[in-house]
C-alpha cells in the first residue's frame, strides 16, 4: 500500500510540475490547481530534493527550465498522456482511440503503409493518425511516436520489436543507362559504372556479392549522387542516372513497365533485411489504438 501512495503522489507531482511550466508560474498553476502558491513552491522543492537536481532557474521575473527540468518536463508529459490514455481506454472498454503517431521510411509508407491506411481509419475511426515519413531514426521518446516502421538490422535498444517480413534488395538500372555505359557481368565490372550511394551510415555497409568461392564480398558504392532514402535512389536509378541498389519491394511496377531491369542476380547472395515495427512497451501491456495498429499492419502487410 505503501508503494501505491508513494506512486499516486508522485504523478501528483509530475502534474503540478508541468502546469507550472505549461502555465510560466508557481502563481498560474496554483489558481488552476485551486492551491496556495507556496503549496506548489513547496512541493517543487520537495521534488528537486528527491531528484537531486534544480528543475528551473529562477529569478524575481523570471522562472525557466533547466536542462535537466526540460527533459523531466518531456517525460512528465508523456507519463500522464500515457497513464490519462489508459484510464479512458478502461473506462471505454480499451476502444482502439485517440492520438496514434507513426514514424515510417520513405519507401514503406509509400508503397507498403499508405494504399491501406484507408481501411485501418476506416475500422477504427477514433483513431487520429499522425504519420511522420522519413528515413531518419528517431528517438521514439523524444518525438512522441508511438511506433517506428524499421527496415534493417537493429541496433540493440530497449524497443520492442514486431517483425512484419522480410525485404529483399536488388541490383537495379535503366535501359537508358545500360545502353549509354553498358550491362555489367560480374560484380568487378562495377568498378566502371556509376553506384548510387545512400549518405548516411547503415548497421551493414556495402553491396553483398558471391565470389568465384560462393563467399560474400562487399562493395563500397562509388558515384557521383549520395541520397537520403530508397525512392529517390529509385529514382534517379529510373532517369538513367547510375546503378542502384534498394529494396525489390517498391520496384515491381518499374519492372513491369521495363523502366528499370535488375542485374547480377546470378551473384546474388539472396541476403534479406527484416521490417520490424518497434514500439515502448512492458510486460506486453500496450494502448489499444498502438495493439491495433501493430495487429492491422501485421495482417495486411506483404513483403517479399
Known amino acids: 500500500m505503501a508503494s501505491s501512495r508513494i506512486d499516486t503522489n508522485r504523478l501528483g507531482e509530475m502534474d503540478v510540475f508541468v502546469r507550472v511550466v505549461e502555465l510560466c508560474g508557481f502563481s498560474p498553476a496554483a489558481r488552476a490547481l485551486r492551491l496556495s502558491p507556496s503549496a506548489v513552491s513547496k512541493l517543487i522543492a520537495r ?4 531528484l537531486g537536481t534544480r528543475l528551473f532557474n529562477r529569478s524575481t521575473r523570471k522562472l525557466a527550465l533547466t536542462a535537466e527540468g526540460n527533459i523531466f518536463y518531456e517525460r ?44 485501418f481509419l476506416a475500422r477504427y475511426p477514433e483513431i487520429v493518425l499522425d504519420l511522420v515519413v522519413s528515413d531518419v531514426v528517431v528517438d521514439l521518446l523524444q518525438e512522441h511516436a508511438d511506433v517506428a516502421i524499421r527496415i534493417g538490422p537493429l541496433a540493440n535498444s530497449s524497443l520492442i520489436a514486431r517483425k512484419l517480413g522480410e525485404s529483399r534488395a536488388i ?12 550491362t555489367p557481368r560480374t ?31 562487399r562493395i563500397t558504392p562509388q558515384g557521383n549522387a549520395l541520397v537520403s532514402d530508397g525512392d529517390t535512389m529509385r529514382r534517379l536509378a529510373v532517369a538513367g542516372v547510375g546503378i542502384a541498389r534498394t529494396a525489390r ?26 521490417i520490424h515495427a518497434v514500439y515502448v512497451g512492458q510486460g506486453g501491456v500496450l494502448p489499444a489504438r498502438v495493439r491495433a495498429f501493430l495487429d492491422f499492419v501485421a495482417e495486411k502487410v506483404r513483403v517479399r
Open 171 to 182: 541490383v537495379v538500372a535503366s535501359p537508358a543507362y545500360l545502353e549509354r555505359a553498358g
Open 76 to 119: 512528465c508529459v508523456r507519463i500522464l498522456a500515457d497513464v490519462d490514455g489508459a484510464e479512458r481506454e478502461a473506462a471505454a472498454g480499451a476502444v482502439p482511440r485517440g492520438r496514434l503517431r507513426i514514424n515510417c521510411n520513405i519507401a514503406f509508407s509509400q508503397w507498403m503503409l499508405t494504399p491501406i491506411l484507408p481501411e
Open 249 to 274: 519491394f517498391q520496384m515491381e511496377e518499374d519492372f513491369a513497365a521495363g523502366r528499370l531491369v535488375p542485374l547480377l542476380e546470378d551473384y546474388s547472395p539472396g541476403e534479406v533485411e527484416p
Open 187 to 217: 560484380p568487378a565490372d562495377l568498378a566502371n559504372h556509376n553506384l548510387l550511394g545512400f549518405g548516411f551510415s547503415r548497421l551493414i555497409e556495402g553491396w553483398p556479392f558471391l565470389d568465384e568461392n560462393g563467399q560474400v564480398v
Open 47 to 50: 521534488l528537486e530534493a528527491r
